[in-house]
């Protein structure tokens, strides 16, 4: 398994366990939990399950749906700076292509 990197210089750390998704969650969510499509998006009462509705197989697949719902079209977080996961050897590939 490859380590997930971002395009801002984070990397997945296992020993810190912050995952790329954690980070991605870190700078694009916001404070009210609206995603983009204007939804408010947060876990359930029910484990897994996405307030919006989702239902979440992994706990991975629920972090994957925030980040998807939470990302801007542009990719730029919270601190004004672009996010978004790069592969390995995949870093001429442009976002959201
Ligand atoms: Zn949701
Ligand atoms: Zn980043």
């Known amino acids: 398994m490859t380590a997930s990197q971002c395009v801002c210089g984070f990397i997945e ?5 912050q995952t790329i998704a954690d980070h ?9 939990d609206k995603g983009t499509d204007g939804l408010v ?6 484990n897994l399950t996405c307030l919006c509705g989702f239902a979440a197989a992994t706990p991975e697949k629920l972090d994957a749906h925030f980040v998807a719902v939470f990302t801007p079209a542009d990719a730029i977080g919270r601190d004004g700076k672009k996010h ?9 590939m442009p976002p959201g292509a």
Do not use: K, S, T, Y
């Open 41 to 46: 998006h947060l876990e359930g009462e029910r």
């Open 24 to 32: 991605l969650l870190e700078v694009f969510a916001p404070e009210d």
């Open 84 to 92: 978004h996961p790069i592969a390995a050897n995949d870093d001429c």
């Open 13 to 17: 750390d296992e020993a810190d366990d």
